[in-house]
């Protein structure tokens, strides 16, 4: 699959065959709102609102929407390092996000845990972290003791390319396939690994390739289309169900920002990511394909617009006027029992 972009090249909008067109207003409003709340995260890190930055994910905003979308409401899933397009996507309140983010105590784990550890297990989101490929750990535990217990749901690892050069990513794969886990492997590769192209240091024909090595259906995809994750989610989903096992996907994407908030890029040109914002843009693409099936309108698309940047200012306003946690609260003692036990 061609991922560089030709100059001039035109948007192809998203085939929405299959897909729900009811549901389509509200995958674009979500990946509207996605969009607001990451762009915001680049001047609120500058002016030490958001305390140690933000790993943004502009641009990214189909695979988020498109695997989430695909899913049910009882499956869950993990994140590394870039996770909130997929908990605001899974249904995390954008206010307990930005909260956490600013570290105050009405933050969605308290204030305690930043950017990076957003969690939500009552949506069925176990969180982010910062240790590469560590979702695939997380999610595969999830589908083993799902296949043990029984249980009809699915787990779902969201990692980066970079994650796709790191052992554990692969032991855990491997062991979904081994013993045939309801396991969504779904690697972002958004082509750079922090600063490196994942072209330089990748060996073989691609990281899906990679992947069927350990003997699971392993596919990649245009992650700019936000149907077409959706279709290749759809599909594993309903395999692991089914019992048939793991999937492997690898989702071509680009992030329009740098590895985190402030960060000064010397290693891409802005004629490239012009290019991809140009042409491969995942929400121009769906609103191409919806305004083509007489789906959208421009005043609609105005209008949820709008909507997207007042909850983002609402969610801002909310974290800057709420309170910061406590040194030591009582949350924080109960949730560090287990750790302190046997001491004072």
Known sequence: MNITPAVGEPVVPVDLTGLPANQLPEWLSMMLLIREFEESCEALARDGSVPGGAHQAVGQEAVAVGAVRALEPADLIASGHRPHHHALAKGMNPRAAMAELFGRATGVVGGRGGSMHVSDRSIGYLGGNGIVGASVGLAMGVALAAKLRGESHVAVAFFGDGAANTGRTWENVNLAAVWQLPLIAICENNQYAVETPISKVMGGESIAARAAGFGLPSIQVDGQDVGAVYRAVAEARARAAAGEGPTFIEALTYRYYGHNTG???????????????ASRDPIEKLTGGMKARGLLADRQLQSLTEDAKAVVKDA???????????MASPDLITGLRPVLRGNP
Request: a negative charge; proline letters at 8%; charged letters at 30%.
């Open 263 to 277: 960060e000064v890029i010397t290693y891409r040109t802005m004629d490239e990511v012009n290019a991809w914002r």
């Open 316 to 326: 801002i306003d909310f974290a800057r006027n709420s309170p910061w946690p406590e």
